[in-house]
């Protein structure tokens, strides 16, 4: 079932055009990552989708246009957690829990995921950074809500902040709601997320399931002793299809079933000899990065 | 509407500011008349009535509207421009709609607010004044106590109307200082200039007297605007004051205004 339907949704501030004719769907039970460098325009799509922002051309529909209140039915972090400073954790869930109209007013077990139980009665304003995100992925969870938007939930964390708010959500995505997840954090999305749709300058680059995106070549991380000569046997060879430079080493971009022990046999018979040798498979981070510079 | 006051009543129970100018307005609004009080030893020379008077039946109507009218424009306002900008300020308002309340829930849960805060400060300002004549007026009947030409209806249409430009302020410029400041700017010098300015230079004279705040505030004037009826001055009050009956319309029109331009400010703004 189709949770949501985008269609050609744009929006302009001024002359700046923040998204630019973006249409996407969005099926029931999918984690959703939307990526793209700063700017281009993730939180605009997502102000716009929960009614905050008007579009000036385009539409989208929640829940196949089936539901009265659709945003009732959706737990949503946008940017900041937004909470009533002087309230604390329970008076501040049960406001969301009275515009949401859920029936459960004890938010014990809500308190206990994003652990926050032991601080449910201090005022929302003495909370850290990360306790007060937390409290905002509590408060997304009030009235079990069948969709979930995360807009940079850990944005600003420390590096424990992070830990917990990824371990949180690493938590929720086993529930099977549907989940949308903006962040720049690739390595997160990676790992959550089922499907990914890449945006630059508010236009739609790529968008598929994540092992659609992540294309089938191989990164080879290589050093040797003799730097220059490695570089120049390299650049002559015609079975690699990129090589970039990182610190001490030489990137390779090659196809999948590139033979790397040939490689390092016949480096040696040059007269070169490999020191260093890391292979892996091709992470998001480097297809976002490939597929935003291109555009 | 009993839904959306509890929300409302969530939300600023514990909210110090609110709480501070509700209490500031149960206090003032009655302490004000001790300010009356301190000129009963005062000698007014004849044919003006002893200070006293303020204090008895039907005097006393005016007297504490009138004081009435400066504490809920003073306090009231104020906690009603708050309750939207300090939504604004903390991003509540924003995350309400992200909720999934819409835009006219919202805006209905403050001009509930601005209903209910009327009917009470209306009740308050009936029950000050009959408190404060049964206690001071000598021998009266209940026919006497409220010969008051229409003043608790007439103090109502005031708080609605004045809170209602406040919910305007809010809505319009979001932001506690500049909105505080515009709103009691307003009241207090833009409007007696243009009304000055439009009398001298416009040539309209009577009809300056016809603008909104005025308007409103004539709805409860001066008690000694009524005294200069005692003084045989009644053409000039004629001349000063705009008469209840269309005082009370021409509110009831602007607050059906104020509550449209909160509205139209408020529908369609990206948040």
Redesign the interface.
Known sequence: MTVLKIQNLSKNYGVIRAVDNLSLTINTGQIFGLLGPNGSGKTTTLGMITGILSSDQGSYEWFGGQSKHPLKKIGTILETPNFYPYLNADENLEIVRHIKGGENKDFTDLLELVNLKERRKSPFASYSLGMKQRLAIAATLVADPEVLIFDEPTNGLDPQGIADVRNTLLKISETGKTIILASHILDEVEKICSHVAIIKKGKLLAEGPVGSILSNDTTIEIGATDRNGLGNYLNARTDIKSISIDGMYYNLSVEDGFKVEKLTEELARAGIFVTHLVTRKKKLEEEFLEITSKA | MLNLL??EY??FR???VVSMLCFFFFLFTPAGMIVILGLQDVELPPPLPSAEMYYRFTLVWDAVGYIGSWTVFFFLGIAIIYSVTAEVR???L?????????RTEFYLSKFYLVLSFSIIATLYYALISLVIGAFSTDQYDLAYMFENEWAIPRFFIMCMATLSFALFIAFWVRMSGLAIFLYYVYVISIEPSLRGLSSYFLDIGDWSKYFPMNIIEDLMPMPLYKLAGYLEMQREKADILIDYPIAMGLSTIFIFIFLGLAWLSFR?R??
Do not use: A, F, H
């Not at chain 2, 924003?94 to 819409?102: A, D, E, K």
């Open positions: 509890r929300l969530k939300k514990k909210n110090s903390y991003k509540t924003r995350q309400s709609m992200i909720n999934g309340m819409p369609k990206d948040l």
